[in-house]
């Protein structure tokens, strides 16, 4: 019986993470994709179990980039329009 690659379930992991917590995601989405292309070539390599574990990750870890750069920008231009309008400045 062939073994789940254990980077694949842990890049899935990061990748989820990514997308809940808010700013700390950003870091978890980068290490989440890094690990998913490792468990990628591994599982190429060994032939175990887990593709779709990896390639969950890879985009979950993506999709939680994205979203923690949006975030991130949002935050920027609120506090960069505040600035701008406030009277007392």
């Known amino acids: 019986m062939e073994k ?3 980077k694949a379930i842990v ?3 990061l990748g989820v993470l990514s997308i809940i917590i808010p700013y700390i995601g950003l ?3 980068i290490i989440g994709l890094i ?3 490792k468990s990628i070539k591994e599982i190429d ?4 179990k887990g593709r779709g574990l990896a390639i969950s ?3 979950c870890s993506i999709v939680g980039i994205c979203f923690q750069f ?3 920008l949002i935050m920027v231009l609120s506090i960069s329009m505040f600035v ?5 400045v």
């Open 4 to 6: 789940t690659n254990n």
């Open 11 to 13: 890049s899935l992991t």
């Open 27 to 29: 870091i978890l989405g």
């Open 35 to 37: 690990i998913s292309s």
């Open 45 to 48: 390599q060994t032939n175990e």
């Open 57 to 59: 990750g890879r985009v």
């Open 70 to 72: 949006l975030l991130i």
């Open 84 to 88: 701008i309008t406030d009277p007392s």
